[in-house]
Structure formats: C-alpha cells, structure tokens
C-alpha cells in the first residue's frame, strides 16, 4: 500500500527580503513561491498544496486541482493540510531545491517523527513529519538552531532527524548561492537577468 503523502509550498510576506534593486518585491516573492511550487508539484507519488501567511493571488501559479490554504501563521502550517500519512512544507524561499533533498526527508520518516532540511545560516528550508503533527512540536521555521530545538522538546532525540541542509534566499547577498548550472527556478532567474 502507497504512503500517502503531501508536499506544501509555505509562503509568506517576509520572504521576499532577498529582493534585488530594481524588482518589485511582489513580484520576486510570486517568482519564488512559484519556482518553488514547480518543485513540488513535479514529485512523483504526492500531492502539492500551497499554504499562504497573507500573500494573495497565488492560485494563478497553482495547477488545477492543487489546494492553497490561508494559514494563520507558520508555526500551524501542518495543521492546516489536508488528511495524509506523512507531508513536507518547505520554505518559499528556495527556488533551486533539489527534489532529491525532498525524497530523502521523506525516507528520514521511516525512523523519525520529524525531519528537517536545515537551511545555511540557522532555521529550516523544509520540515518533514508523519501525520498528524506531533503533539510534542513547537516548529519555527527560522528558528537559529531548529534541529536542536525541536530534538529539545521531542520526548527522545532520535524522533527528530536531518536531511542534507541547503540554502535560503534571505537577502539580496544570498542571491549568489543560486547556481545557473541548476536546472529549473525558470521564473527567478528571468527577474535576474
């Protein structure tokens, strides 16, 4: 029997501080968020959502079917998604994620609760668990040390496990992590050229 699995874009407002001179900061935010669905969206055997902390109109990138959730708050981002057996929200603001990275967060799960892609620089880039959420989890994405905290406040520390790390678009600086030879982040790319 298929795991069923969910794989959220998680935008908000404040993730487009990376916005270079000369871009409308909306425009570079709907840029991310939409390389960043493409990632998801192309997984093989999930079903992608968006989750949106007060950034309208992201329907228009979503493809049909694909569900886009108000949230309140990051912090209840998996308690806002649709009935699965395990899901991943990432962070908006990595356009160029490998999809492997996703993959291998979800195979964590086989022996964890939670499992995180850490993101250079402190906090999250993505956040795997099995569903529903564990109880016992204060989840911040932009937490300093998020794998420390959260393995602080799981009943053992094995329930919490890490992926490879990767990148954040944070600010203008981290612009130049993004690595042309990637494939896709197509809708980026074109606002830095």
Known sequence: MLTDRIAAVLVTPALGSATPP???PADFLR???EDTYEIVAGLDLVRPVILT???AGLEEIAWPGTPVIEIGSPAKAFAALPTADE???VSADAPDLPPLLIGKLFRE??????AVCPAENGGAVAVAARLPFPAWADLDFDHPDVVRHLRGQAPGPRRVATGPGWHRLRGPADLARLDPGLEGWENTRALLS
């Open 53 to 55: 902390a007060g950034v």
């Open 109 to 114: 799960l086989g022996r964890a609760e939670l």
């Open 31 to 33: 840029a991310l968020a």
């Open 22 to 24: 000369g871009v409308a």
């Open 87 to 89: 899901a991943v929200v």
